[in-house]
């Protein structure tokens, strides 16, 4: 089996990030099914420390911040996110490094006979996922690796999510919004719950700061699981901007025994709610130098978190010069995000108009994420993009001419770039968001994605 044709046969499995496939009978299976996977494995996930990290948004940049601030440290990281830009090796990373294609064609080659004696045993698991196979894949491929630490992002929810069969060590939740309503819920505190599952017996978990519906049941599920949980802003404060960052820390019953502070941080992610992410990536290694028995010193998290990269979030793709505007890529694709990624382009970049290209997915509610860039856009180009649940750009044009947005259909993303070039003055914005799938469109395009996957037929 080479790479394409093991990616082949994880995308003809059911896959609800792309549209396919039904949930099961039992909601059980969510986790009995990669549980079964990894134990004809031998559990290779209990061969090293971890940590899960659920929210609405912010997941992955926190992912990012902590796994650069462990590496920068000295300590060999696995990171496992969802999804990816350009290729699907993105998701699993040994030490920054994406797993190579033979390692990946290997891993599900040995997965495949696996999976059909697992289905024959026992037919009650009905099929397994692409998530499911992609997560078993990570944690086995991190396990021949001989990694210190993973770092693992929750796909969709927490408590019935693959990622949770993982006795994670310590347990992270970032900011929590409405996204996924469909399969989450539309109330606040039901999407909490939801998150919170992730939460393990007697470990740790940290939370950002949340609306106060949400900590309660955050707050109310580690007391069930007797569970250490220490807030932002409760626990620890941060201050500060991007270029002079400081994050303390007070003591905190079973899990820190001092004062601690680290300052003279820079955060390369750009947007406030990226200082929140950072914070908590912080407190995140100072717990793990404090419970892991890890020498995590102030200067390698400085280092680390200067260096973290993360794509498609608030990215420059193209700078301001005396003939050309700025153009920024980010995968805004709620209205939470949309909200904070409007505050952001005000905050870090002066423009005189803002000229987007939008697309979205089918399941997203276009009203708000549309709503935070009707005051600001001048004019909008819609694009679909290549994902399954995409919108087609006709139908997202007139959208947003009904919110108030004057926007024209483009036959495809560089047709969009074209005409927002053609239209902005240097001193203007071009913003590319509305999905991962649309900051990704746009990376291809300015020739950034340095490895891609070859289109299946």
């Known amino acids: 089996m080479n790479y394409q044709e093991a990616l082949a046969f994880l995308l003809a499995l059911p896959d609800w990030e792309r549209g396919t496939g039904a949930r099961p009978a039992r909601e059980e299976l969510l986790l009995e099914r990669p549980m079964a996977l990894l134990g004809a494995l031998g559990n290779p996930q209990t061969r090293y420390r971890s940590v899960l990290i659920a929210g609405t948004k912010g997941k992955g940049s926190t992912a990012a911040m902590l796994e650069s601030i462990l590496r920068a440290a000295g300590y060999k990281t696995g990171l496992y996110t969802s999804p990816h830009l350009h290729t699907y090796r993105e998701r699993i990373r040994v030490n920054g490094a994406l797993i190579s294609e033979n390692d990946f064609a290997r891993g599900v080659g040995e997965l495949v006979p696996l999976l059909r004696e697992l289905l024959v045993a026992h037919p009650e698991l009905e099929s397994f996922t692409t998530f499911e196979v992609m997560t078993t894949l990570a944690l086995e491929h991190f396990a021949r690796a001989e990694i210190d630490a993973a770092i693992l992002e929750v796909g969709l929810g927490g408590r019935l999510d693959a990622t949770n069969v993982v006795n994670a060590d310590v347990a992270l939740i970032t900011p929590i919004s409405f996204d996924h309503t469909a399969v989450l819920g539309n109330q ?119 260096a973290t990269k993360w794509a498609g979030r608030l990215e420059i793709l193209q700078e301001r010069d005396a003939a050309h505007p700025l153009i920024v890529a980010d995968g805004a694709h709620n209205g939470d995000s949309a909200e904070k990624l409007a505050a952001a382009l005000q905050f870090h970049f002066a423009f005189e108009k803002l000229f987007l290209i939008f697309g979205a997915l089918r399941d997203k509610e276009l009203d708000a994420l549309l709503a935070p860039f009707v005051p600001l856009a001048a004019h909008a180009w819609t694009v679909a993009t290549p994902h399954p649940r995409s919108r087609d750009a006709e139908s997202l044009a007139q ?46 395009a300015m020739g950034l994605a340095q490895e891609t996957d070859t289109p299946l037929d």
């Open 188 to 306: 606040l505190p039901k999407i909490a719950a939801e998150k919170a599952g992730i939460i393990k017996p007697q470990q740790i978990v940290l939370s950002a700061a949340q609306a106060p519906e949400a900590l309660a049941v955050i707050e109310r599920a580690a007391q069930e699981k007797n569970a250490t949980l220490a807030v932002g802003e409760r626990e620890w404060l941060w201050l500060g901007q991007h270029s002079d960052f400081m994050v303390a820390g007070a003591p905190h019953a079973g899990l820190w025994r001092e004062y601690w502070r680290v300052e003279n941080l820079q955060v390369p992610l750009r947007g406030a709610h990226q200082l929140a992410n950072a914070a908590l990536a912080v407190a995140a290694a100072k717990t793990i130098a404090e419970h892991w028995g890890m020498e995590i010193r102030d200067d390698p998290v400085r280092a680390g978190l200067a």
């Open 399 to 444: 959208a947003l001419n009904a919110h108030g947005i004057p926007a024209d259909a483009a036959r495809d993303m560089h047709a969009a770039m074209t005409a927002a070039c053609a239209n902005a003055s240097p001193r203007d914005l071009i913003c590319i968001t509305g999905s991962l799938a649309t900051a990704a469109q746009a990376r291809q």
